[in-house]
């Protein structure tokens, strides 16, 4: 009977129940891609991640939604990183990883705390992409159920990526208002550079995400916060080297608070994402009649 170790955690939460949740296969080597997906689809989490031990140094991560395999995801990394740590090294106070992933490799850091762990990730170079007009800004607010007056003043949607591309919506208000309402937003935001959209809303440093037919909300999304930090930053919003709080996921009954912060090197930002991660569950699946 073929088995492979697996591990349900909470991410972006210090205590267990709250967060966004992540299955965590620690022994995948002998899975393929294929695999991969159906597991994803079978356990229900917004995610899963997958790791195969390359060498002492680095481990393999390839991450998968229930519909895709996905080249960079923030909550399913720092996830993993504290699994190995609470696994690997249960005794030490810090620990450090490398994740290859599909296109780059992601440093990251835990540290033990008194419940759970603290995992540090960095996300790499923040890039800006295409920032919307006038004529676009008002077709994607309206697409997400707004109206311009929701907008933030001066602002406008731009695309930000430090590993996957969003367009930022930066709003003023009736940040829980947000909701798609058209079937082809993938569309539209692939011409413009983007994989997913998410929202700020800025006097109360709350974001949002969905997948791009607005079926499932995330409850709290790693990778559109390192976007969102830069963001903040390169506007003026926060100042380079503060740790920015931000929460997402109250709305869904299960909030999130994650962390990040924009470090000026020369003319570019590196971004630092954190948050805690509460262990939950873990078990054995038997892949026997897995095709």
């Known amino acids: 009977m073929n088995r492979i170790p697996y591990y349900h955690v909470d991410v972006f939460s210090d205590q267990p129940f709250s967060g966004n949740s992540l299955a965590v296969f620690t022994e995948a080597e002998e899975l393929n891609e294929v695999q991969m997906l159906k597991i994803t689809q079978e356990m229900r989490h917004f995610e899963s991640i997958f790791l195969l031990k390359t060498d002492a140094e680095k481990t393999r991560a390839r991450i998968f939604t229930r519909q895709e395999e996905l080249d960079f995801a923030g909550h399913p990394i720092l996830g993993a990183a504290a699994t190995l740590h609470d696994l690997y090294q249960p005794a030490a106070a810090k620990a450090s990883w490398i994740f290859e992933l599909n296109q780059k ?64 919506i930066p709003l003023q208000k ?29 006097p109360t440093l709350s974001i949002r995400s969905w997948d791009n037919d607005g079926a499932t909300e995330d ?32 709305n869904l009954g299960r909030p999130s608070q994650l962390f990040v912060e924009a470090v000026l090197k020369g003319e570019s930002m590196e971004i630092l994402v954190s948050g805690d991660v509460c262990k939950v569950a873990q078990g054995i699946l038997v892949t026997d009649q897995l095709r």
């Open 219 to 250: 409850i709290a999304t790693g990778s559109l916060a390192g976007p969102i930090g830069a963001y903040l930053v390169r506007f003026g919003f926060q100042n380079p080297g503060t740790i920015i709080r931000l929460s997402q996921g109250e």
């Open 174 to 202: 009736n940040g829980l208002s947000a909701k798609i309402n058209i079937p082809d937003l993938e569309n539209t935001i692939r011409n413009w550079g983007a994989m997913f959209i998410g929202t700020l809303e800025i």
């Open 105 to 168: 490799s992601i440093s990251i850091i835990t540290e033990k705390k008194d419940l759970c762990y603290r995992a540090i990730m960095n996300q790499g170079t923040a890039e800006f992409g295409k920032e919307l007009n006038a004529y676009e800004t008002g077709m994607l607010l309206s697409s997400i159920s707004l109206n311009p007056e929701d907008l933030y003043p001066g602002c406008n949607p731009i695309v930000v990526s430090t590993g996957l591309p969003y367009v930022i």
